[in-house]
């Protein structure tokens, strides 16, 4: 895993071109997807609601890692494997 996040961090995922119009726009002239057809407000609000949605799923795991310190019950392996823990 620590690899391929290294070979993404120095091939992949960088502003190879000098096109990138904000930071993290990692698109190089290759996907678009209808993002210039965009005025500007809407770009900011759209860049904004990212944004805010990546910060929602921060404090979602974080939440899931603080629940699992609290019990010692790791809640997506038993979750998704179905192996119940018993309660105290």
Known sequence: ???????????????????????????????????DSFDAETQESKRAIELNNGRAAQMGILALMVHEKLDNNPYMINSLLGYPVPFN
């Open 1 to 35: 895993i620590v690899a391929f996040v290294g070979f993404l961090e120095l091939a992949v995922m960088k502003d190879v071109t000098g096109e990138g119009e904000f930071p993290g726009d990692f698109r190089n002239g290759a996907l678009d997807f209808g993002w």
